[in-house]
């Protein structure tokens, strides 16, 4: 698998060592470590990272509109945040922001490295808690329904449905690989992430949900 290029926005200085000694220890490498806004949005313009890890309470312009500049200089980018806080008001910043998911400080270090991986191979990561967040706010803000109705209606990427077409039609991680032309590992990961947003336990569950709530489009289903 590809070594992961990461760039650590995170003013706490303790705990930046301890995420950069942990991902280079998972064989990640940190291109640069930055301490505001400001400082992250000129390290990605001059690393161009595979992912920006990014804390929300810093210094400076702070990390929803560090966010917010990265992705409009470097739309390619993921943008993967890091933060103690669940809100409904943040996570709606976040998505107007185009970050490519968030993970609450705390998360098991495995599950932080499967997301850094998960949003590089062009999938999203949200926290259940957001996630739960996402699903209040359908039912009592019309205006926040409007404003994120493609990722409220199917929350999985096209890349994310043709994976779990594939696995509709009973299609091995490996035989899904050779069939998009993409690497096992990568199968894996958005296989995990599908699993995730749509909170359940195993691939039959979601193929049996990606057929009732019409999440994959018929015409993979037919001629995955």
Known sequence: MTT????IVEDDELFRLGLCVR?????LEVVGEAVDGEIAVELTNQHLPNVVLLDVGLPGIGGVEACRKIKEQHPEIPVLVLTSHSQKPLIERLIAAGASGYCL???EAELLILALRSVAAGASWWDRIGTAEIRLAMTSSPT????TNEVLTNPLTQREQEILALIATGKTNQEIAEKLYIATGTVRVHVH??????DVRDRTQAAILAIHKGL???ELLVNP
């Open 105 to 107: 400080k705390g998360i």
């Open 23 to 27: 991902l280079q220890a998972e064989g």
């Open 4 to 7: 992961l290029r990461i760039l």
């Open 216 to 218: 994959v489009a018929a």
């Open 193 to 198: 992430a599908i699993l995730q947003k749509l």
């Open 144 to 147: 926040f329904l409007l404003a």
